[in-house]
């Protein structure tokens, strides 16, 4: 299940507060309603999904929780203050009991402020409008709004090599891009090549080549494959319950008999060389999504991955690559990983390592 909170149908952004707990919301709200505006969370969970959603222009000034008897909830904090984009967020923590060793946490975590019941609403009110006032927690956002976005620009270095390698290795492979298509055409019906969109940098849309290893019609299977036999997706008793956002369908029925050996060499994703000549695409990247996977990754914590080039190898294909056990979650962290430490070095660790990672060890 998701929660999702329309900015349109709430109350204006101004002195917007995020409020998680039942026990004393009620009389909080009441108590705050005159000075801020409150939306209310039933759990931390639902709280910490709808934080994960939100981008700068929506993320609250303040953050109102009750402590549970397990203490999760500084588990939440300690992730909130990892993220760039909730780290300095107004925390304050309301508990039912009296803990000196919660009380210590608090303070190590750098939270605002720490209440134990029986407290002051009032002094409550007076002390968030102070914290409010004099502690800035993000750049003006009416200036923001006014900035156009900065877009990814590759490296003039990193497009030089990406044209060069691209073009030698394209005259290079003439003769067997010559025989692939060949064999293509004698296995199966159908064009050679495979065109589909893809969202690159930026969630830029391109044409994304392929040369084809599936029989003709084969995407008006994938919704029913997908809730079967997606590799990420997790599943309890043949169904999936936890819907993932990449699929990777393992064995699967669409490919053909020579479509399986170009895709266990990786010899079906040379044309995309044409795409790294174009400048949709470069050489070591985050893959480009086809769009029903890209629409699922735009929260803060994923859409970071579309802040880099898109590529025809990259991290996760030299690291985990054709492995089952690669869950959905690791394959995001990669791909954020590499945005955060591009370089001219560490791209060239990953072309050194794409050979050995070219040959596949599962039907995937």
């Not at 990892?82 to 309301?94: D, N």
């Not at 590529?311 to 394959?331: A, F, H, N, P, Y």
Request: proline residues 5%; aromatic residues 12%; charged residues 30%.
């Amino acid at each position: 299940m998701e929660w999702r909170v329309s900015i349109t149908d709430q109350q204006p952004f101004r002195n917007l507060v995020y409020y998680a707990g039942k026990q004393f919301e009620k009389n909080v709200s009441k108590g705050l309603d005159e000075h801020f505006n409150i939306r209310s969370y039933d759990n931390l969970l639902e709280l910490e999904v709808h934080l994960g959603q939100l981008n700068l222009l929506d993320t609250p000034e303040i953050l109102i929780m009750e402590v549970d008897e397990r203490g999760k909830v500084f588990d939440v904090i300690k992730r909130l203050r990892r993220s760039s984009l909730t780290c300095g967020l107004i925390i304050v923590l309301l508990s039912a009991r009296h803990d000196s060793r919660y009380r210590l946490l608090a303070k190590e975590l750098r939270v605002e402020d720490y209440y134990e019941y029986p407290f002051d609403i009032d002094h409550i009110n007076e002390r968030l409008q102070f914290l409010r006032k004099f502690k800035l927690i993000r750049s003006d956002v009416n200036r923001l709004k006014q900035l156009p976005p900065k877009p990814y620009k590759i490296p003039i270095f990193k497009r030089l090599f990406d044209i060069c390698f691209s073009a030698i290795t394209l005259l290079i492979l003439s003769p067997l891009f010559l025989i692939v298509a060949i064999l293509i055409k004698l296995d199966s019906p159908g064009p050679v090549f495979y065109k589909s969109k893809r969202a690159g940098t930026g969630y830029k849309i391109f044409d994304f080549y392929k040369f084809r290893s599936m029989k003709c019609g084969a995407d008006k299977e994938l919704e029913k494959l997908k809730k079967e036999k997606n590799q990420y997706d997790q599943y309890t008793n043949g169904h999936a319950t936890k819907p993932a956002a990449f699929v990777k369908i393992k064995n699967d029925p669409r490919i053909t008999k020579f479509g399986h050996f170009l895709r266990n060499t990786s010899i079906d994703e040379l044309p995309q060389l044409f795409n790294v000549l174009k400048g949709d695409m470069s050489i070591v990247g985050n893959r480009p999504l086809p769009l029903y996977e890209a629409k699922m990754l735009t929260s803060n914590e994923w859409c970071q991955r579309f802040l880099g080039p898109a590529g025809i190898t990259g991290l996760w294909q030299v690291t985990k690559r054709g492995r089952s056990d690669m869950s959905d979650q690791e394959r995001r962290e990669l791909d954020n990983y590499y945005v955060q430490h591009s370089s001219i070095w560490f791209d060239l660790r990953i072309i050194g390592s794409t050979i050995p990672a070219l040959l596949q060890k599962e039907k995937v």
